[in-house]
């Protein structure tokens, strides 16, 4: 999953897209770099971050998705966004995509998520027991992501992850955004323009764990991990 931000307050300022004609340039590039899923935001959800009005990412978002389905028709779709009204305007008017919702799920979300049929992925924020705390939301076509980066310090960020693998048995797909996050740089004490590298050492874990799909700014790289580790693990 290719992440692109058409805000221009993302944390990784190279996932910023401006224009329409940019976001089809980086549509293209993510596809060719063997991106599944283009995941697009416009409302920023770093942490500390204040979510512009619904109407101004209405206004990001609706170009871009305009571009995308323009361009490349076929390509998988995914939006990042917690906002319920947002979720059911894009499906209605540029077709069914997933629905990535960071704030861990709402029973307004739910209901455009069943009514419109398509994708959630559900952010846990550390909770790997909330499926079965709430086995009503798994009655959907759940993606259960853990939540890297949401959970409340770097420390319980690792020690979700060295716990992820209980997700599995939920048979449902996991999803891992760690790229270039603090949980990376602040361990480092580096940036994350400088930490690629180190993203794909977590991705490589995350594989390890039962990862299926990678939340990524570097589509090439992380499908350079997947590559060498199918290739370990067929």
Known sequence: MAIGNVTPDSFYPAS????????????????????????????STRPNSTPVPERDEWERLAPALEAIREAFPEASLSIDTFRPGIAR???EQFGPMIINDVSGGCEAMTAVVRAMRVPYIWTLRGRLDWPAMHPEMMENDVILDPGFGFIGSTEADYECMRHMAELKA?????????????????????????????????????????????????????????????????
């Open 16 to 43: 910023r897209l401006g224009s329409a004609d940019v976001v089809v340039r980086w549509a293209q590039g993510a596809l060719a770099d063997g991106a599944d899923i283009l995941d697009i935001g416009a409302c």
């Open 89 to 91: 305007r894009a499906i």
């Open 170 to 234: 939920y048979n449902r797909p996991i999803l891992v955004g760690v790229s270039r996050k603090s949980m990376i740089w602040r361990t480092l004490g580096i940036t994350p323009e400088q930490s690629l590298t180190a993203t794909q050492v977590l991705h490589l874990y995350a594989l390890q764990q039962g990862a299926d799909i990678l939340r990524v700014h570097d589509v090439k790289e992380a499908a350079q991990t997947i590559a060498l580790f199918n290739k370990l693990v067929p």
